[in-house]
Structure formats: C-alpha cells, structure tokens
Nanobody
C-alpha cells in the first residue's frame, strides 16, 4: 500500500516560515514529487515540484520564497516556506509520480493534505 504522509502545516503570522514534509512509503521508485495547494472553491494548483535528478520548478508566486528539496534515501520531500503571505493560505498536498514495483504501473499518488494558514 502506498502512503504519502504530510506534516508541518499550521498557523503562522505573515512573513513567518513553515517547513512541510512528505514521506512516501510503499514505493519502489518515484520520478517526481511535488506540492500542490487548494483553497475552497478553487482548483488544486502546483506550487513546486522536484524530479529524481533534482531539477526543480516553482509557480511564479512562490519563487524566491519557497524551496523544495528531497531526501531520496528517506523518500521524503520538503517544502521550506519563507516570507509567507496571507494569500499562501491553503491546504497543501503532496503528490508523487511513482512506481510500486513489478505488476504495477507508474501513477500519481496524493497525500491527505495539511492546512497552512497565514494571518496578517
């Protein structure tokens, strides 16, 4: 069974920082892992993702403030969020494009989400 478990969300004042973590289990290999966020009534949007070779990509609104990194040995991806703004408030979801092993195909897996609330 594949599980992506997120942690690190919470309530923070504007200009503060949070670090999100997502650890994957039940996965043999993954191509990329990323963070998405969603607010009520809106679609889920990509925030940042990182590939197996370490290449990163960020949505424009977080460039220079957020940093994604990964620990391949631990199947864990992190999102360091600095200079947070109220508009960063959302539920943040971890996603992995991964392979469970023989007999399975590559597919997307999602975590359960963690709430980030930034107040001014």
């Amino acid at each position: 069974q594949v599980r992506l478990v997120e942690s690190g969300g919470g309530l923070v004042q504007a200009e503060g920082s949070l670090r999100l973590s997502c650890t994957a289990s039940g996965i043999i290999s993954f191509n990329f892992m990323g963070w998405y966020r969603q607010t009520p009534g809106k679609q889920r949007d990509m925030v940042a993702h990182i590939t197996s070779d370490g290449s990163t990509n960020y949505t424009d609104s977080v460039k220079g403030r957020f940093t994604i990194s990964r620990d391949n040995a631990e199947n864990t991806v992190y999102l360091q969020m600095n200079s947070l703004k109220p508009e960063d408030t959302a539920v943040y979801y971890c996603k992995a494009y991964a392979w469970r092993g023989p007999g399975y195909t590559w597919k997307d897996y999602w975590g359960q989400g963690t709430q980030v609330t930034v107040f001014s």
